[in-house]
Every structure is written in C-alpha cells, then in structure tokens.
C-alpha cells in the first residue's frame, strides 16, 4: 500500500472502487491473523489425534508417536487397553499372558513381602536389564545358518537357525542370547515358533555349532506352547526359575505401541529358596524373601494417572498382568527388556531414567491369580 493511497483514504478522497479494494484487503489480513492465533490456542489445547504431550496421563492404552510440535518431539495417543489375547507368543491361557483375575487371593505373608521389596526400591532403585546388559532377540530365516549346540550344563543338544552376527548380551558375565523362530523354520520342530535360549554363549560368525553353558528351547506358539516347561521338559532355563526367559521381556515394540500385554520378568535381592509355580527351582538366598516365581500385582485400585507417561505404561501392565520374579541379583532390583533396535527416544529414556515413581509399596504378593 502506497504513500499516496493512505493520504487519499486519510483525507476521505477515495473513489468507491478504491474503497472497496481496501475493505477487502484489511478484512483478509484481519481474519488471517485471527486464524493463525486460532490454530497455535488449538493445537495447545486439544493436540492432534487424540495426542497428548509426555507429561499428559494415560486413560487407556498409550501409544508413543512422533509430533513435532510436542516438547521432546513425541506424545502419547489413546486407545482401548486389550487385557488378554493379545500377546504374540505363547497362548492366552498361559501364566504369562492371562490376565489376573479381579479378586485374587493375596498371600498371608504380604505385608512382610512388599516392606522388603518397597525398602529394597527406595534405596536402590529399579530400573530394567537393557543396552549394555539387556537381552538381545534375534529372529531367523530358514536361510540362516543352521547349527546345534551341546550346552555345558549336560541338557540335551539342541538345534537352530541363527543369523551370523548374532551377539549376546554385553556388559556382564552372564551373556544371554534369544533366537526366535517362525513356524517353519527350525528343523527339529518344523510345525512350531521356537525360542531358543542361551546362557554364556558368543558372538556367532560361522561355523556349525554354538558353545553355551546352557542352552534351552520353548514351543511359543499361540496354539499349543508353554513358556512353563521346555521342549524336553528339563526344568530348567536361562533364568533361575526355569520357564521362559522369553515370555516375560518388555519388547521395545510393545512399549512403543502402549501396550504390554503380558507379566513381566524381575530380577531382584528379596527372593527366597522357596519355588512357587510357574517357577520350577530358585537360587534365592533371603531368608522370609518371596518365593521365587510369585506373581507380584501392582494394586489396580491405584490411580497411576499421576505417574510420568512412560512409566504408566509400565504401571498398567503390572496391574493387569503384574509381574513374575525370575532370578535373583544383588540391588537394584530390575525387569528384562530388549536390547533398543531403533533410536526411539522415549525407550532410551525409560531405560535409563528407571522406574523409582512406581509406587512399590503399593505392589501385592498373590498366592493365586487365577480364580482357583
């Protein structure tokens, strides 16, 4: 707009059809600016696709995407929570994957259970096995590798495809290592999906067998699997308990959809010798500890709404599914979670900031969970 044209409208010298052009051109520019206000007020307060930021709560399932416009470059998007049925492995009904029932039967020595486990996490912590000490899955093809391995411990030989490259958890001395296998693939159960775990193994570059000190495969299909008893029903695993070290890992997939939908795994210094179902033997030492295999629920009355978003996604899990003690450690106590396969930044950081909002004095020891 020119000098000349703001003197004639200033001195009212404008010809009607000037004056129309500048209506038109200020009602442009007004609304314009109205509308551009508009969408920052909106995206602010009622985010995109049912999204909300981090530090939102969790009303159903979460799931972690990607939004620029949110701190941190990711919110959380809601859903419907599925309580059963949805695991990929092993079927509904097993212990890992059936949900608890809504009136379990809690065990008489509860409160002593949780004071030690809630003392345990308030100085020590809890956070998960990852990255540097996590459990790295594998998948194979039938164009990898086959090879057997004859574990040290005396279990039968058993056989496998594994891609080359293959390397086991780093950072500690116990070096686990998972292979999963499609139905059709391994050779010796063609018509199942085959876990194979193994325990102090190495990196695999080539060859026809595989050293482990010990080594153990579960059916894991839908259908027919158990992640309680193995293939050739020895009782044992790769964790202390004997059933799947597998069932119970926190899959970063699962975290990113919002959804764990099974028990988890845990690690801890409060365990005692004595064996609860589905565990099969204990290496726990504490003494009036919880027996190794309890089922532990986080009480589902508890409002985790509160809790960092990241971590009520662990929270709802432990309320539906709760978790399994597996294998004893000295504090902190610790679940089992994958490796990190991508770059996503909300699994990092859940792996390394840890789980200390978790209220775990909340936590309930179950003697059962299944209705019986």
Known sequence: MDKNYLERLLKKEMSRKEFMKFSALMFISIFGFAG????????????????????????????????TLASGGEAVQFGTYSSGG???????TDPFNAPIVAN?????????????????????????YDNDEGLPVYYAKSTDPVVSCTPTNGKPTIQFHIPVGATPEQGGPDAHMIIIEPVGVNPTYPGDVVET??????????????PAAQAVQFNASTSNGSSVNDVHNTGSSCVSAGFSAFAGILMESEFIAGVIPHALACVASWDSSVVRYPAHNS?????GGVPMGSRVQLDPSYDISGLPVAQQI???????YGMYVCDSTSPPMAFHAQVATTSNSAYSA???????????????VLSSWDGS
């Open 104 to 128: 379990p039967v809690i065990d008489p020595n509860n409160a002593s259970y949780i004071s030690q486990i809630a003392a345990s996490s308030s100085t020590s912590g809890a956070g998960f």
């Open 197 to 210: 775990e193994m325990y102090q193994t190495t990196t695999y570059t080539g060859g026809s067998t595989v």
């Open 36 to 67: 551009v206000i508009t969408e920052l007020l909106t995206h602010a307060a009622e985010p995109e696709a049912s999204q909300e930021a981090e530090s939102g709560s969790l009303s159903g399932s979460a799931k972690i995407v990607t939004d």
């Open 283 to 287: 290496d726990g030492t504490h003494s």
């Open 350 to 364: 859940l792996m390394n900031n840890g789980l200390n909002e978790i209220p775990w004095s909340q936590m309930r």
């Open 314 to 320: 662990i929270a709802k899990a432990l309320q539906v």
């Open 86 to 92: 949805g695991a990929t492995y092993f079927p509904a």
